[in-house]
């Protein structure tokens, strides 16, 4: 049963991989994937609080009493929020006025928090690091995706870093459907159904 | 018993600690987050407003304190000297807070430029007061101390189409604008000698 | 104690009565092709030929990709998936480009009705969400005045919806009723021709495919609504038999709006649906920012089906 260090951390990019196979976390997934690099920002974000409130959790277990256990982890995970703002702020500025109120929201994030109960709270550091930069690396993977998606088919474009690549050419009519609250909602759902099929074989 | 204490301990002391961690980034990234903000959200429209200024508005600020807070200047050098200036003011639109930035030459005390900063009015609709400048170009050349209101009230702004809400409450914005202006004057004129 | 047969089975052969999913979609297409023959390819040729022929076959031709994918029977025979492909091509302009068209048969097949498990699961009519989410997308195709200026024939070539949206009632005072009737109008390539789509609808009314109760409130609901706002204030809102006639109305009513999975099945509800999606429509079309209203208030009644299919009458037998 026990997994070796390498399966802890593969087995968030395909087995666990947040969105589509725990679907956790879906607030972000759904609200900044219109474009890539919004998702990979987002997705950064987001390994490098599950990493260090992973990290923390797992070497605080056997001080933290199990009564409490929740606020702990929710005071030890806002923190790494807040300082995940700050440094945004002062380095990346333009990305933190499009992510907006998702990154505080990142507190309230599902797949933080069930990291810190289901695993962290139980397993040794290096287990938990790994954990986290496995489940955070998935997570980065699955918005970039979706965020590739949807950019491409809604704008035709597919932004990597700051400047927008041009695809499709100037002919492109984007289907701007896709950048909407709903096209994520069904272009979420496709990929899950596609994830299964591939899985299913 | 034990446990109760146990558990307020541990509860201080990750408090403590989570403060004390977020007071250090704090110290450390405030003057930063400060100029990237200035640089990005009201970079541009400092930028459009003191266009042609042959140094930089966002460096040479100065700040000045008047009943009830504090607003920072922007200067633009033009011909070597400072002759126009920008600052802040906000008027209440439909969806919040307009943040505006209003440039005004010195000595004619007129308009040279508004430009809206921050807002949360509708897209498409309320939003045009950033996107569309033909609205904000109306205030152009107007005697920055007089006031300032939308046709629909009586006045002489034009309101964009279907925003009567927005288009008022920039027109508040400038007012406001301007009573800033005609009680700071002397200072900003003080500021402005220290900077030549 | 209670000996009596209420229904009595015999044993098989049974004897078919020839309805099935096959013919009802059959007849479907034939009474729609009075209103798209007549008014559409008729009036706006081959461009829109090009639109139905490859509506029809792209529609069919998603189907049988996904019944491929999804390792399911090939259920491209039963015509549901031409029935799309040509109520989708009824809606869109004649010059709707190639992209468009494909996009829509994906959407109205794909999303709309096979990712619900095909035939009978769809919540949505797949042809009023595909259409929806067209007109999100790119609503320069779906302005009529723009799309249909090449043609010039001898009636008022402009879009009496957006004629209404702009310049009021005082601008639709040059269209006559008749006109409408007989497709002298701008709009979707089978939506033009009223007297085509009525008699289309009685058809299927009088077959039974379609329930005469879902398009009959509809109608009323559009007549009722429109008639208040007309009340209100004839100077703003036009009068009623302007809205039954122009736009997506009457295909909507007999058409989009009766689709079997997506609408209810007892007396009542039917009514309800009927009735809310007309006063949806005018609605929309008076106070909303869209031109034509249809296809969403359409979208919207089929999302107030479950709950409709709530209202049921009384088991046999049940105590409360």
């Known amino acids: 049963m026990a997994k070796s260090i390498a399966q802890e951390f593969t087995k968030g990019l395909w087995e666990e991989i947040p969105p589509f196979r725990l679907v956790l976390g879906l607030c972000p997934v759904l609200a900044v994937t219109k474009t890539v690099e919004n998702g990979i920002g987002m997705g950064l974000a987001t390994t490098f609080v599950l990493v260090c409130s992973n990290i923390l959790v797992s070497s605080l277990r056997k001080v933290i009493p199990g009564k409490v256990r929740i606020a702990c982890f929710i005071i030890i995970i806002a923190t790494f929020v807040t300082v995940v703002e700050l440094v945004m702020q002062a380095f990346t500025y333009p990305l933190f006025l499009k992510l907006g109120i998702f990154i505080p929201l990142i507190v309230v994030n599902c797949v933080v928090l069930g990291r810190s109960e289901a695993f962290a709270f139980k397993n040794g550091v290096v287990r938990s690091l790994a954990d986290g930069l496995g489940i955070g690396i998935g997570f980065t993977l699955a918005l970039a995706a979706l965020g590739a998606v949807r950019e491409l088919f809604g704008n035709g474009t597919l932004t990597i870093w700051e400047t927008p690549i041009q695809i499709f050419g100037p002919a492109f009519q984007p289907f701007t459907f896709m950048v909407e609250a709903p096209g994520a909602f069904i272009c979420l759902g496709l990929m899950l159904c596609l994830m299964n099929l591939v899985s299913s074989k | ?196 | 104690m209670n000996s009596q047969k209420k229904l009595i089975v015999s044993h098989a052969p049974f004897l078919h009565i020839g309805s099935g999913i096959t013919e009802r979609n059959l007849h479907i297409i034939y009474a729609a092709l009075p209103a798209l023959l007549l008014g559409g390819l008729f009036r706006f040729g081959i461009p829109a030929i090009g639109v139905v022929c490859l509506s029809v076959s792209t529609a069919m031709l998603w189907e049988l990709l996904m019944n491929r994918a999804m390792k399911r029977p090939v259920s491209v025979g039963d015509g549901n998936a031409a029935l799309i492909g040509l109520l989708l091509a009824m809606l869109l302009p004649a010059t709707a480009p190639w992209w468009l068209v494909i996009t829509g048969t994906f959407v109205a097949i794909v999303i709309g009705k096979q990712i619900f498990g095909g035939i009978g699961g769809n919540a949505f009519n797949p042809v009023a969400l595909s259409v929806a989410i067209l007109m999100v997308s790119w609503k320069d195709y779906f302005d009529f005045n723009g799309m249909l200026m090449n043609y010039d024939p001898d009636f008022i070539m402009a879009y009496p919806l957006a004629t209404l949206k702009n310049f009021g009632v005082s601008g639709i005072e040059q269209y006559s009723i008749s006109d409408f009737l007989l497709g002298r109008q701008s709009g979707g390539i089978g939506a033009t021709f009223g007297i085509g789509l009525l008699l289309g609808g009685a058809y299927l009314i009088m077959r039974g495919f379609i329930r005469w109760e879902i398009s009959i409130a509809y109608l009323a609901g559009v007549f009722v609504t429109a008639l208040l706002f007309n009340l209100t204030d004839p100077t703003r809102y036009a009068d009623p038999f302007f809205h039954i006639f122009t736009g997506y109305t009457l295909i909507g009513a007999f058409f989009l709006a009766t689709e079997d999975s997506s609408s209810p099945v007892n007396f009542i509800p039917m009514l309800i649906y009927g009735a809310a999606g007309g006063l949806m429509t005018i609605l929309i079309r008076n106070i909303g920012a869209y031109i034509d209203g249809t296809v969403l208030a359409i979208l919207v009644i089929n999302l107030i089906n479950p709950l409709l299919d709530k209202i049921r009458p009384k088991a046999m037998g049940k105590v409360v």
């Open chain 2, 1 to 196: 018993m034990r446990e109760m204490i146990k558990m307020i301990v541990v509860l201080t002391v990750l408090s403590s600690f989570s403060g004390g961690l977020l007071a250090a980034v704090r110290n450390k990234t405030i003057d930063r987050i400060e100029v990237q903000q200035l640089t990005f959200v009201k970079g541009p429209a400092i930028q459009a407003i003191l266009e042609g200024a042959s140094n930089d508005p966002i460096v040479d600020r100065f700040k000045l304190e008047y009943e009830g807070g504090e607003a920072s200047f922007f200067v633009g050098v033009f011909n070597g000297e400072p002759a126009k200036i920008a600052f802040e003011s906000a008027g209440k639109g439909f969806g919040g807070e307009i943040g505006l930035m209003v440039g005004v030459d010195i000595k004619a005390d007129k308009i040279i430029g508004v430009g809206v900063t921050t807002h949360s009015e509708t897209p498409g609709v309320g939003s045009k007061a950033q996107t569309d400048p033909s609205f904000t170009k109306q205030f152009q050349d107007m005697d920055l101390m007089s006031t300032f209101q939308v046709k629909t009230d009586g006045g002489q702004i034009d309101i964009i189409t279907g925003a009567t809400i927005t288009s008022r409450g920039v027109a508040i914005g400038v007012t406001q604008a301007g009573a800033l202006y005609k009680s700071l004057k002397p200072q900003i004129e003080a500021k402005l000698k220290e900077f030549k």
